[in-house]
């Protein structure tokens, strides 16, 4: 069972605290999921194996379930909470397609540096 931060979490698709994912398409939504799941899975669980941080909390942060995708919403989410969230994995992309390459633009890429180099102060 993975431990969840309620406090850390937030919807930036609904803008509000709940990240539930949209149902709707299973693919869209499992990515990063799974990768929490991986990530905390319990130790001794009789399930499978255990997570690489399985003493770890869990916050979800939603931000792909929208008709658009903006640079401003790509860096509220790698922002999102600093202070309560110790290491964020984005885990999503672009579909890949043999031809296309896209990464973080501009306030993502501030948002990202940021974090490494002023919020990260253990």
């Known amino acids: 069972m993975r431990r969840k ?3 850390a979490s937030y919807d930036f698709s609904s803008n509000d605290p709940y990240p539930y994912p949209r149902y709707t398409d299973d693919w ?4 990063g999921t799974r990768c929490a799941g991986e990530v905390s ?3 001794d669980n009789g399930i499978c194996g255990v997570g690489v941080a399985y003493g770890s909390q869990v916050a979800g942060i939603r931000m792909l379930d929208q008709p658009y995708m903006t640079d401003l919403i790509e860096a509220n989410s790698m922002g999102h909470e600093p202070h309560l969230i110790d290491i964020y994995s984005a885990s999503w ?3 890949d397609d043999g031809k ?3 990464g973080p633009r501009n306030a993502t890429m501030r948002a990202i540096v940021r974090g490494v180099n002023e919020v ?3």
């Open 93 to 95: 992309g672009p579909t």
């Open 100 to 102: 296309t390459v896209d």
């Open 5 to 7: 931060n309620a406090r």
């Open 120 to 122: 990260r102060i253990l």
């Open 41 to 43: 899975a319990a130790r």
């Open 28 to 31: 869209f939504n499992s990515h």
